[in-house]
């Protein structure tokens, strides 16, 4: 039998040779600025696509138990090697992995298994590990990649706060994209301007027409591929838009700040050496002032939309889960609070995928949310198929005659 594909930490540092690399659409404008990296250190690194034919074909080399994340990943990669007649020694698959109660962390070694199965050995899956915040990737990669999370990140936050207010249908999306393709440029050349690029793109959106309205602003926290996931989650945030709120999505970069923070709090209960403590903290500060940076570029929009210090988050969550208990369950609880607290959300959504273990743990516990404090959570699960975000007609429609009766009182 031969041996299975190449599941590694490290090999992304060198110099790609050509290589295709395959990155997962769980966000879609992050998953384009990492492959803009990626390209510029030889590899023809690109998203991978997403459909409902990747879907089912994930869906039929995977066990059927899987969370759909799963099989949404390894159809398009299954995909995207037939459908190009690919050398699969020449392919690579960017498969982070992760820790906690959650079956995210088997995928690689799961794709291992079925890319043996389908004679494609040669395939290499790179995935770094959340236990020790992708150390596996040197940090210079680290940053760069980190860099593009946030951006993206603002980006889509930058849209979702303009979008639903303007007067020109389909003007938002424009300038956002014209602007995500200066960003994948930067990155590709490795001129690296993305901060001018971002001031630039800021000062765009900023002068979008927009109707003097009010809407219903409603928080989505969740697993982060799913809720992260346009395709699968059905164009949630749309959707919310559709029905007359404004959506305001937790951040990918949260779970890095989550790995980085998690690290150093084991570190310290396991009392890891003086140097490991520090490096830690030297990395956890440099991400921080990446992100105050770039929230200060956006400040002319974002002001109001700056995201709660991680700490701040655990904190929240660790008032229903340990800490220990890692994963994305203490963040969803802790910025679903924090939504409500701190942002004065009217509702939240709970986004996870079906059979997700995070995701049902979370829904037991939002009915005493709920209770706390005075707000709607609605949760839904998504496994590719139905409605499921018909779920928040009923809300929305409550949220946004109550905004109109109090705008007329």
């Not at 959106?205 to 109707?211: F, H, K, L, T």
């Amino acid at each position: 039998m031969p041996a299975g594909p190449r599941v590694e930490e490290r090999r992304m540092d060198g110099p790609g040779g050509g290589k295709h690399l395959f990155i997962p659409p769980m966000c879609p404008m992050g998953a384009r600025l990492v492959a803009a990296i990626f390209r510029s250190r030889g590899y023809r690194a690109r998203m991978l696509e997403e459909n409902d034919e990747t879907l089912a074909l994930g869906l039929k080399h995977t066990g059927g138990g899987e969370c759909v994340p799963c099989p949404c990943t390894t159809g398009s990669l299954l995909h995207a090697i037939r459908s190009e007649n690919l050398d699969p020694n020449q392919v690579v698959f960017f498969m982070p992995t992760a820790s906690g109660p959650c079956r995210f962390g088997q995928y690689a070694r799961l794709d291992e298994i079925i890319l043996q199965r389908l004679g494609w050995p040669g395939v290499q899956i790179f995935s770094p590990s959340a236990e020790n915040a992708y150390a596996g990737m040197a940090l210079s990669t680290r940053k760069r990649l980190f860099r593009a999370v946030m951006l993206a990140d603002i980006v889509r936050k930058l849209s979702m706060k303009v979008r639903p207010y303007e007067r020109e249908a389909g003007a938002t999306d424009a300038v956002i994209e014209a602007g995500l393709r200066r960003l994948e440029e930067t990155f590709e050349t490795g001129r690296d301007r993305d901060r001018e690029i971002l001031a630039g793109l800021v000062d765009e959106v900023a002068r979008i027409p927009a109707r003097d309205e009010r809407r219903p602003l409603v928080g989505v926290v969740g697993e982060i591929f799913v809720r992260s996931d346009p395709f699968i989650n059905m164009d949630l945030c749309r959707r919310i838009e559709e029905l007359g709120g404004e959506a305001w999505l937790a951040p990918l970069g949260e779970w890095i700040l989550y790995t980085a923070e998690n690290t150093r709090r084991v570190a310290a209960e396991t009392r890891a050496g003086a140097l490991t403590r520090v490096r830690q903290w030297l990395e956890t500060h440099w991400f921080l002032a990446g992100e105050r940076a770039y929230y200060d570029i956006a400040d002319p929009v974002l002001h109001d939309r700056r995201e709660p210090h991680l700490p701040e988050i655990m904190e929240e969550g660790m008032r229903y889960l340990p800490w220990q208990f890692e994963g994305e369950a203490i963040l969803t609880l802790g910025r679903a609070a924090l939504f409500r607290k701190r942002d004065s959300v009217q509702a939240v959504v709970n986004a996870s995928p079906m059979f997700c273990m995070p995701g049902t743990v979370t829904t037991s516990i939002f009915p005493r949310m709920e209770r706390e404090l005075g707000m709607p959570v609605i949760c839904n699960f998504y496994d590719g198929s139905g409605d499921p975000n018909q779920s928040l007609v009923p809300t929305m429609h409550y949220l946004c005659e109550a905004m109109r009766a109090g705008a007329g009182a």
